[in-house]
């Protein structure tokens, strides 16, 4: 059990935590919720001994792994699946311990711990969760170092995933992953063996993978079982009777005043009124439910609605290099009050195709036909590295308002959820959150007709996200979004545009359809999918080899590893009297050569599947 006892953390002077007690159990799934900087990423700092606590104590089972997503991306030339293999480090020790003792006892003890930790079947456990989160087979036997930083972060993510610790603190994964990541990583967690604590502020990933949820609020935690959608009514109905509990407090002390005021000379009163002063000592202030608006967004309206088609796309093929483009033959059309999301993997072109429709990107062949006077707002979280890290939000809006007054832009300012002092701020010093207000600002200063959303809810919390939807609903403009919260998804949009196979096509199901395609497909498939140069690099055909001869390399040397393996066995088993001797080692070591025998099939097998896909590629 994970116990955190009346502890309390206080940072650079701000009290975070205060006095607060929980009791997680074993194989627990809780979601750890609460407004941006309220201290829920320091709280797993502390859980993880990296932070100390100014009271109180944190206890974990002695016996207990913790393990949680690394703060940099793997990189170097080993392949994505051997990163994630050495995730294990027992399994990595033990099989580097096997290949050199030759002490009978220990190799039985070796063995039947490998057998126990189901070691052999690793690298189809390591595959899996490599698919699941957008890995072909290719992919997985490429150098971690060809890919870029977000695509070694979900390596990151597979690492851990397979390393399977006792204790598993994720904060924020879905940041790294597309919707189809997300869908496949909340099936994941669903079903986690182990206890689990997930940051997220991904509302469907909280009804879906977790049975408990974690409140922070104003330093206090506090244990709800069930899902958010159970925690929001739970809490609603908590408050409710707390803000009643206070009122009615409030009225009984106001009425023991009272009578203390009005008998407190009067002799014959006196002790009843010293009574009522000991029971206002006594009676233990309630905190009432304290307001914590979520500062609304707004898009500015356009100054006319346009004549429809806005964008009209007539065979368009488009990319990054004329003989390989990422989307091919692509016809489309956008009207003034389309809510459209985008679905497909990263790497399959959604990126792409905002840039084409934002005007950022011109066709290789084909027609695209604009309206008049369209303006396009577009927002992608990358933009951040183009905010001026030393000026604030007023000063962004006093560059796009040179000749407006003080007043006009300070409104402008606050509109955008900058007032008062916020507004004056470092961009340095802003949260992710606010950045992104910021850019939301930004972009959609001028009243565009047609406003992209790249992955806009990243650092939003769940009542800014909620925000968001609202701004979307309300505009009377068109709508593209790239996103992996399906909330916001479900919550806007009314079309599904399938990006993939370098096809734009319309989605007939909704996202539950859609999810169970992926999920499907992620446990199944063994090919990859199509790339670009500036989201993945790209394979040239005659590389295709490649990956195969590295997969029958690294067939070959587990049939060599495994078949030492099963001769140290076979020794050991040779051994005068040994059954009569040691019935229980013997039993052990005839476990162990039984598990390694099938380990030995399942690497001859992959061997011939490789050999035979390299000819065929050769041919």
């Known amino acids: ?7 309390s953390i206080r940072i650079a002077g701000r009290l975070l935590i205060d006095q607060s007690t929980v009791q997680i159990v074993p194989g627990a799934r809780v979601g750890f919720v609460g407004r941006n900087g309220v201290g829920k990423s320091t709280l797993f700092h502390a859980i993880r001994g990296d932070l100390p606590t100014e009271t109180g104590s944190i206890t974990i089972p002695p016996r207990w792994t913790v393990g949680s997503l690394a703060q940099e991306a793997p990189d170097g030339p080993e392949s994505l699946i051997d990163v994630v293999l050495k995730a294990d480090l027992e399994r990595t020790a033990l099989l580097h311990e096997a290949e050199t003792a030759t002490d009978p006892n220990r190799i039985a003890d070796i063995q039947t711990r490998l057998v126990d930790i189901d070691a052999h079947s690793a690298p189809a456990r390591a595959a899996a969760i490599l698919s699941g989160l957008g890995f072909s087979a290719e992919d997985q036997a490429r150098a971690c170092q060809e890919f870029s930083g977000g695509w ?7 690492a851990t995933l397979f390393a399977a610790p006792d204790l598993l603190l994720l904060d924020e994964p879905t940041n790294y992953l597309d919707l189809e990541g997300t869908l496949w990583l909340e099936d994941h967690l669903a079903s986690y063996p182990r206890t689990v604590i997930v940051i997220s ?3 469907d990933l909280l009804d879906t993978s977790v ?10 935690l506090t244990l709800y079982k069930g899902t958010y959608s159970s925690f929001e009514e739970q809490r609603a109905t908590r408050e409710m009777l707390d803000a009643k509990h206070a009122k009615k407090q409030m009225d009984e002390r106001k009425r023991l005043q009272a009578f203390v005021d009005r008998f407190k000379a009067k002799a014959s009163k006196a002790k009843q009124a010293q009574s009522r002063v000991k029971m206002l000592e006594r009676m233990k202030p309630v905190t009432a439910l304290v307001t914590q608006d979520v500062r609304e967004i707004t898009f500015p309206e356009p100054e006319k609605l346009l ?19 990422v989307l091919n033959k692509v016809t489309l059309r956008i009207d003034n009050d389309d809510r459209i999301a985008l679905l497909g993997a990263n790497g399959n072109g959604k990126s792409t195709l905002v840039k084409l429709l934002a005007g950022k990107l011109a066709p290789f062949s084909g027609k695209v036909v604009r309206a008049a006077s369209l303006s396009v707002g577009y927002f ?11 000026g604030s939000a007023y000063d962004h809006l006093r560059r796009l308002m040179p000749n407006e007054t003080e007043t006009k832009v300070r409104a402008r300012v606050g509109a955008i959820g900058f007032s008062g002092k916020a ?16 850019l939301l600002g930004l972009a959609t200063f001028y009243g565009p007709n047609m406003i992209i959303l790249d992955e806009p809810t990243n650092h939003l919390d769940i009542d800014s996200r909620a925000a968001l939807a609202e701004a979307i609903n309300d505009f009377p403009g068109a709508i593209i979004m790239v996103s992996h919260d399906r909330y916001l998804i479900e919550a806007c949009a009314d079309q599904l545009w399938v990006v993939a196979d370098r096809a734009v096509t319309p989605y007939d199901g909704d996202l539950d359809d859609y999810r169970r395609s992926v999920l499907t497909a992620r446990g199944m498939r063994t090919s990859g999918r199509e790339t670009t140069s500036r989201e993945k690099p790209a394979r040239p055909k005659g590389e295709k080899r490649v990956p195969l001869k590295q997969q029958i390399a690294h067939a070959e040397s587990e049939i060599e590893r495994i078949t030492g393996i099963i001769a140290k066995i076979d020794a050991a088993l040779a051994l005068p009297d040994l059954f009569k001797r040691d019935p229980k080692q013997a039993a052990q070591l005839t476990k162990a050569r039984a598990s390694a025998s099938e380990a030995l099939q399942r690497a001859e097998d992959s061997w011939l599947e490789a050999s035979s896909s390299y000819d065929e590629a050769a041919s």
């Open 211 to 220: 049975d408990q949820i974690l409140h922070l609020d104003r330093g206090k």
């Open 201 to 203: 502020h991904d509302r």
């Open 1 to 7: 059990m994970l116990s955190i006892n009346d502890i």
């Open 152 to 158: 070694r972060m979900r390596v990151a993510l597979a």
């Open 380 to 390: 992608a979280q990358h933009q951040t590295d183009e905010l001026d890290l030393d």
């Open 307 to 325: 004549s429809p088609p806005i964008i009209a796309v007539d065979g368009v093929s488009v990319g990054y290099d004329p003989d390989k483009p």
């Open 423 to 438: 507004g004056d701020t470092k961009v340095s010093s802003l949260s992710g959150g606010e950045k992104a207000r910021l």
